[in-house]
């Protein structure tokens, strides 16, 4: 398969191992303590892929979880306790938080060394420099998944749709770092046609299925497809599947290159998150005695 995300994940896994096998040695085993604030089915498959991830990457991994009805102090106080704790390498919180929590401003709380999601302002602000140290994993993914398919970026025209925080706007800098001519699309883009069909690199992170046609793409056009959407099963009355922004099949006729969805990604995002760790891991100061007052009892 092209692009395929699954592969992608092995191979990223395989040329981080002698790092991990190094840190394991020295007595410095990462951990990445994921804190989720009450229970949200939205979040349940990421977390199966975080922890699934973290055993294969040898990266110790521990769910933490507060009260869905736990105030901003709170889950501030738990992050701050994670900060402060030699033996934690890398922190993220899961978001969504429930609707009485703002998410990006606790995500603030989280220590530079330790956002292994990349989402503090001094994690984003060094995009802007060049350099993607704890970057975020899913733009980092997309990044990789291009990388792999041997295009060239620099000079490249890229077009990236969509400018979230989290995925568009990282995509872009990352695309900028490398020298490709780089140009971002939004919701309030006039003519996005006009736009992608100029592409020789197009990355998609929107939440829409079928937005990007085969009428909007030249052939050899490479396609990072980061969009997820649930939508009905036409093979099986009642049942849902997953699928991306684009329309795999129609592009892939048209003859672009196309990462797939499920398996493009998604596994390349959980890779980032243990490569981000274990960059994190390898910055932390050496291990001490740490004072063992559990941090969260209950969980
Ligand atoms: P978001 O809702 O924060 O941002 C959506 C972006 O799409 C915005 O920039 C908006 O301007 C743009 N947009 C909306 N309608 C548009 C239109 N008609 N034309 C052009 N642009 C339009 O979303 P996000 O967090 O960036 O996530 C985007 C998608 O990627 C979602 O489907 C999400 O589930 C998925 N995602 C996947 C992964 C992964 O690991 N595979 C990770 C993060 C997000």
Redo the contacts with the bound molecule.
């Keep these: 398969m092209d692009l395929d995300g699954a592969a992608l994940a092995q191979q990223l896994r395989a040329e981080f191992a002698p790092e991990v096998d190094g840190l394991l040695r020295e007595g410095r085993r990462p951990r990445l303590v994921a804190l989720q604030v009450g229970t949200n089915p939205a979040t349940e498959a990421?977390i199966r892929g975080q922890r699934r991830g973290a055993e294969a990457w040898r990266i110790q991994y521990d769910l933490h979880t507060l009260p869905g009805d736990a105030s901003e102090a709170e889950v501030r106080a738990a992050l701050e306790a994670l900060n402060a704790s030699p033996s934690v390498t890398g922190i993220l919180l899961q978001l969504p938080l429930p609707p009485h929590l703002p998410g990006r401003v606790l995500q603030l709380a989280i220590a530079p060394e330790k956002d292994v999601e990349g989402v503090t302002p001094t994690n984003l602000g060094a995009l802007v420099h060049g350099r993607d140290g704890l970057a975020p994993?899913?733009a980092l993914?997309s990044i990789a998944l291009l990388e792999s398919s041997h295009a060239a970026i620099r000079g490249a025209e890229a077009v990236v749709?969509?400018?979230?925080?989290?995925?568009?706007k990282p995509v872009a800098l990352l695309l900028l770092a490398r020298d490709a001519t780089t140009r971002v699309?939004?919701?309030?883009?006039k003519d996005?046609a006009r736009h992608t069909r100029e592409a020789d690199l197009l990355v998609?992170?929107?939440?829409?299925p079928n937005?990007i046609t085969p009428d909007m793409v030249r052939p050899g056009t490479i396609v990072v497809d980061?969009?997820?959407?649930v939508v009905p099963n036409p093979e099986v009355p009642g049942k849902t599947r997953v699928v991306?922004?684009v329309d795999y099949a129609g592009l892939v006729a048209k003859g672009c290159r196309v990462s797939p969805?499920p398996g493009?990604?998604?596994p390349?995002?959980?890779a980032m998150l243990m490569r981000n760790t274990i960059l994190a891991a390898r910055k932390s100061p050496p291990p001490r005695e740490e004072i063992s007052v559990p941090l969260f009892p209950d969980s």
Excluded: M, P
């Design positions: 990421y994993c899913t993914a749709v969509g400018h979230s925080e989290i995925v568009g699309c939004h919701k309030f883009t996005l998609v992170a929107v939440g829409r937005l980061v969009g997820i959407n991306g922004d969805v493009g990604v998604g390349v995002t959980v």
